[in-house]
């Protein structure tokens, strides 16, 4: 794989309105499309769940209003996957990236995804893995980190949601994934203790080496060779 020809610039962005990141997003997808560079946004939302491009309201299970009194939003999106929830305690990631720099498609892409946030997770000792035809990194069969993205023309959008310690409750309102099989859980729920800017920091080490890219984080620079491996692709 050729490097990638600039560093990758992290934006920890904090508490955001998912409609607003949604339209930062967009932003920087044709910023991407201008001047090449690679982004990755870290962030938390408030209480906010979201329906895919073919998500199913029945997957929700209350009304909107009635979550809307809870305390939490319903936004329709056009990323791929069913329902999924977004709120404080969950870290959020956005990769703005050009895959054909990579020379690489959606299934790589989403595989790579599951990589970087499995070797994160084996940084606090939760030994993640993937589960065939189930997109995401799941735990003892459980779910502890969702995948939806949207590639337009190489450039890609949304990205994942890797739940540190978010209220569990939230998800007891919905079908995951559109799956009623599936059941959440979360590094606090597995005894992993570690604040978010943690995770932030083992995520960005292990993008830079899945993907190969210099990442710049604020005034740190992260090399992919820093990044001891501990899965493969």
């Known amino acids: 794989m050729e490097p990638y020809p600039a560093p ?25 499309r201008e001047d090449g560079i690679a982004r990755l946004l870290l962030l938390e939302h408030p209480p906010t769940y979201t329906l895919g491009a073919r998500g199913k309201a029945e997957n929700l299970l209350l009304t909107e209003d009635s979550l809307r009194q809870l305390g939490a939003s319903v936004v329709r999106v056009d990323r791929g996957g069913d329902v999924t929830f977004h709120g404080p305690g969950q870290l959020v990631g956005y990769p ?6 990579w020379h690489q498609g959606p299934l790589w892409y989403v595989r790579s995804l599951e990589a970087v946030l499995i070797e994160a997770l084996a940084h606090f000792g939760v030994a993640g893995e993937r589960v065939a035809k189930r997109p995401g990194v799941w735990v003892d069969g459980a779910k502890i980190a969702s995948i939806g993205v949207r590639v337009s023309r190489g450039i890609t959008s949304h990205g994942f949601a890797l739940n540190v310690a978010p ?64 899965g493969a692709l």
């Open 96 to 101: 703005i990236l050009d895959l054909r720099r």
């Open 167 to 230: 209220e569990m409750r939230w998800f007891s309102y919905m079908v995951p994934c559109g799956l009623p099989d599936v059941r959440m859980t979360s590094m606090a729920e597995l005894g992993a203790t570690a604040d978010l800017g943690e995770v932030m920091d083992a995520v960005i080490e292990a993008f830079a080496r899945v993907f190969e890219i210099e990442i710049q984080d604020g005034e740190r620079m992260v090399s992919p060779a820093e990044w001891t491996p501990v």
């Open 8 to 32: 990758c610039q992290v934006l920890r962005l904090g508490l955001v309105d998912y409609e607003a990141a949604w339209a930062e997003q967009r932003r920087l997808v044709e910023t991407c």
